[in-house]
Every structure is written in structure tokens, then in C-alpha cells.
């Protein structure tokens, strides 16, 4: 039976919770500044009351390897949120209410370190006054707990960004993805947290954006990871949200790739048995047992190599068997006594709209929740080839039952991202592209017609048989001419003086022109008309059985959108046979189309490389 945290302090040691409270208010008045909220302030946690927790699920089998990863994971998790909850257990933390003004800066990292070497020593004997006792780390972080919100569940999206300081510089992309996203769902009433993995590859909506979108373009479309007020990290849980069929994910905590190296090193790196040899960015990694460092570490997640087969996917497996790993070193270590370093590792890269109490609510929880307790899930789907780019088509039956166990409600598949509507969509934009691509070869086509139906057909002139004429024989004897008449002249023709004949005229039909096209020619335009008629009307048809299918109704979409595609190649290769027997120059042909460079299309440009 997992052990729930006492939320009621009176449940404690009277004594001992109020000394400890009444030490914890001396150093928030004599060593802090005050605590406040510029605009942005977030109180207190808005659970998730429109799906309470009595409606969830009853006993769920315990998947004892799942769980060991998830712990691992909350652990790696709880490292982020105890390092900036339960820094009042031990540390003194300058300038707090910088950490949550109303731009959402980054957490503040700097820590006062404590140096006791030369204090003076306390006195001793009868008169020496009580030593003030040592804080209890779950009492001071219980008294800093915001409990109000302690109840039903609350969303928290983890959100890993994959920017680093070195790709400022180079060749490739300038802009950063949430390359991970994961929704934390806190169940207060069970004592229980369910994880739920979202693909960055998912091909999904981003609420309020017009266009086609991979679910990590989520950030982008909110402005980007550097966006004034936490823009960027809203814009992708409310990306989260519509995923989860419309429950509430008002909260985040953001962390950048150079925070998972710090955070690495500040544990003394981590010892693990890589499956593969590597070389990455000059880097190079044998197979076998490893002691790696941050960057190793870092090289590790972020490798593509043996990825082909289980896409993305396969990367994502890898990184929960690290943080398995990276728990497993903190677990040896006392990960409380290292949260000075930890909370230094995350210097500007660690990013949050949480209050500081919501924090060490969620750290207090935390603090006591049975690994057996915590719940895996993933949204996973069908890598495809589609709209030009890879995409994660979502296993909608999946979500919709993760849904239901994760918060005891049903939600609506998303029919309009399914693979069957996504295929549909994606054949409907290559056929306009290609109706699009090929009016103007219609138009030269139409032109040249036109004009060489103007000319003369040529044809054959008919040969006549001339009547045989009767044999004449002339008895007079021939003229006999005087030397100096010459030759009789003609008009028809001169000779020079060798006695050659020449034409004096050229027959007029040789500089008469005449129709260039043949009919086949001609037939295979009407070919190319008619498969046009066909493929809008395809079109029309697979356009109503899509509207059929959105609606839940019977439809035959499948077959509508094959025809769709048929008709599609038909045109493509008629307007090519087209081109060279008219002359039209094929380089004019525009076969792809980038969706995602359209901005009447895609409202907001993501560069998905």
C-alpha cells in the first residue's frame, strides 16, 4: 500500500513542525527579499475538477518493468523539482521572486554556499542556550507546500527543448523543437502520477495556428522557446491539451539539452552499457560497459544511428533506459545532499510558470509516492511518410482508451487525425497541386490548337489518267530555220550557255504552310482534358465521403481517396506525353508542394529539418 504524504501537519510532531515553521519565517523575513509576482502570477494550482478522481479506474495490474523506468523518470524529474522546491531545507536562495516575475525568466541557479569553517564555536555547559534543532527536509518543504491545490488532478508538462549554445553557429536549422513532452498527471486523491509520452513527430493539431503541424512545431507556433511571457511553452500545452481530448495543462517545467549535460556532471556522470559504437560531432563511442559524462550522455540521446527501423521511437526507448541509468546513480548517491549542484547545473536553461510553493507541493508528494504508484503511457502511432515529411500517425483507439484510464473519462477520437484522414487530406493537395501545375500546358496547348486550325490539311492531290492520244504522222518534211534565229525562247524557261534549262517559276503550293498537329495528337489532348474532368470529380466525391467520415457516418473514404490518387497519376503522366509532343517545356512542371513554405497554408513557417 503506497504511503500517502501527510498533508495535514497537525497529523506531525506539534513541537517539532513548529519549531520548524518558526525557524523557516525567521529566514524568510531576515534573509529574503520579498516574495512577488509581476503579472503573471499563478495561484494557486488549478486541478483538473471537471474530471475528479472518483470517476477514475479501480485496481490497475502492476507492470513492475514499466514502473521501475517511470520511477526513473520521476526521479530524474523530482532531481529538477527538488533542486528548486527543497533548496529552503538547506540552502539560502537569492532574489526568488526574480525566478517568477511576469516574463517567466529562466529559474535563477545562484546559491549562497554555506562555509562554517570559521564560525565561532557554540558555547557549552549548563548556561548555553538550546541548539536549534535540525529541520526535518519533508517538514520544511511540507510548510512551503501551496496544499490548496492538493487535490483531484493536476497537469504538469515536462517539456525538454533541443536547443544548445552551438547551434547558433552553424549550418543547419536556427530554430528549437520541444523535442520531448511529456504530461505529468498528479493524482492527489490516489496518491498516484501517470506519465504520458507524446511522439514530437505526432501529426496534430496546434490550437489557434492554420496549417499542418508535427506536434514539437507547437513551440514555434507560440513564438518560440525565447518568447516573452513563456509564449512559446503556453502555446505547447495548450497542444497538450487538445491531445488529451481538452483536459486542462496549465502548468510546465522546460529544460534545454546543455541543462541535461549539467545535470549529468553535477551527479559524477553515469556508468552504462551502450548497445552500439558511434561517432558523433567528432565524438567517438564503443560498444560495451562506459563511464560517460554530460556529453556523453547527451551524445547518447540524441544519436540517430539504428533508427530506421522503429523511427523515432526507437530513440525514445533509449532515452528511458538512460534515465533509468542516471536514477540508479542518483539513488547511490544521496541525491538531497547534491542539490546544491544540481540546482547550479540548470544555470538559464531551466524553465517553469510554477509558483515556488507549487513547486514544493509538488516536491512534498513526491517525496513520499510509492514507485508502484507511478503509471507509463504513450500516444504512440504509425510512422509515415506523408505530407513530404515523417509524421506519427496517432493510434486514436490507444489515445482514447489512455484517456479513459489515466482520467476515468471518454473522449472523441480525433477522426480528423487519423492515418485514413490524414492519406485522404495529403491526396487531396498533391491532386490540386497537379490540376494547378497543369493549366497553364492546357492553356498552350488550347493556343497552338487554335491557331493550327486555321491552316489548310494537307492533302494528297488526286492523280488523273490522261486519254491515250492517237499516233499522227507528219509527211511534210521539217522547216529548215536560218542559222541566225538560234533556239526558239519559251516562257516557261531560259538556258544559259551550255544549254541547260532552268525554271523561271517555282510552284506556289512549296511556301503554302499547313496544319502541324496530327489527330493523334489531337487525341491525346482530349485524353489529357478528360482525365482532368475525372480527377474533380473524384475530388468532389472523395471530399463528401471525407465530410461522411469526420462526422462518424458511413463513408467509403478509402476507396474515394485511392481514386483520388489514381486519377492523380493519370494526369501526371498524360500531361508529361502532353508536353513533348507539343513542345512545352517540362521544367515548368511543379509535381512537389512544400506545404510548410505556403503561408497561405501554414500560417506560422517551422523548420522542420
Known sequence: MARKPEYNPDQKDQSNHEQAQHQLEENAQENLPEYGYHGMEVEPFVPTDVFPSTQVRGKRAKKKKKKRALWGLLIAVGGLLLAVGGVFAYLVLLNPSAQFDGSVQPVSTEVIGIDDSDATPAPEGPGAPTPTPTLDPYEVISAQADISMMQNIVNVLLIGVDYAEERETWGGK???HSDVMMVMAINFDENRVDLISLPRDTYAKIPGVKGIYKLNASINCGGGFDAPDGAGFLKTCEAASWMLGGIPVNYYYAVTMPAVKQLVNAVGGVDYNLELSYRIAGRSYEAGPQHLNGQGVLDYLRVRKNVNSGGDLNRVNRQKEMLIALFDSMQKQNLILKIPDILGSFDGQLFTNCTLGQTAALTKFAYSLDKNNIGMHSMTGTITNIFNWNFCLTDQTNRV???KEVYGIDVPRELEYTADYARYRWADI?????????????DFVSEALAVDDLLPTMEPTPEITPEPTPEFFDTTPP?????ETGTPQTGAANTDSTGVVRLSAKNPLL?????????SSRELFNDFLLTLDLLEEAQAIARKE???YASGKSNDLKQATQDVKDYSSHVKTTALQLAMEFGYSTSKFMWTYWFDKDPNFNEVKVDFR
Do not use: G, W
Open 174 to 176: 536556427h530554430e528549437y
Open 401 to 403: 482508451k489512455i484517456i
Open 479 to 483: 522547216e529548215t530555220l536560218p542559222p
Open 430 to 442: 498533391i491532386a490540386t497541386q497537379y490540376i494547378d501545375t497543369t493549366r497553364p500546358l492546357v
Open 546 to 548: 471525407a465530410s461522411y
Open 511 to 519: 511556301n503554302e504552310e499547313f496544319q502541324q498537329y496530327s489527330f
